[in-house]
């Protein structure tokens, strides 16, 4: 018969390890210092993890995940690009907002060579950028020659590295508010017209 499942312990697995990745980085964050932090022994962790691997991929899977739906739900709401990218921009300021390990911890992965991109991650993404892009294209509303990893990078990294210099307070201590969203929302069209 299997064990229950403890989701407040699960809970807290996965935020000790996006805590320690974002204090640590991928390479300081050991099982044992996750189950540590979790308050938790190392094998309840590999109950349902193998390994630090697949417990920071399972973790990827559902930030990018929501970053992905978050894209593919405009893209049925919206009939510009113009639409899409400012709910984009918001939700993405807004989340940092309220979650800003959540933020950072993608931020990190995503940026950090140690850690392997899922495929399956990496052809969500390509294939919903190039329909925004087809939708853009037809619209005018984006240059031809933009490809789906520009796309990507000029809204996606454009705007989490944004967030991530405000969250560190490089240039001013100042929560992240309406007007830098139209900032950034502005910078982003000019970019892919």
Sequence with gaps: MARPTDETKLDAIKKAAIQLVVEQGISGASIAQIARKAKVSDGYLYRFYKGKRE????????????????????????????????AFV?????????????ICFYHKLLNDFSFEIPEKIKEAN???????????????????GVSPEHFFSVVTGGTLQFVMIRLRMVFQPKPLDQEDAEHQIEIILKALQ
Excluded at 91 to 102: D, I, L, N
């Design 90 to 102: 918001v939700k993405v300021f807004a989340s940092a907002a309220q979650e800003p390990e959540a």
């Design 126 to 144: 390509s294939a919903l950028c190039r329909a925004i892009l087809d939708l853009g294209q037809a619209s005018g509303e984006i240059r031809a």
């Design 55 to 86: 417990l920071l991929e399972d973790l990827f899977l559902e930030r990018s995940g929501g970053i992905y739906d978050l894209l593919e739900q405009q893209l049925r709401l919206h009939n510009t690009v113009s639409g899409i990218i400012r």
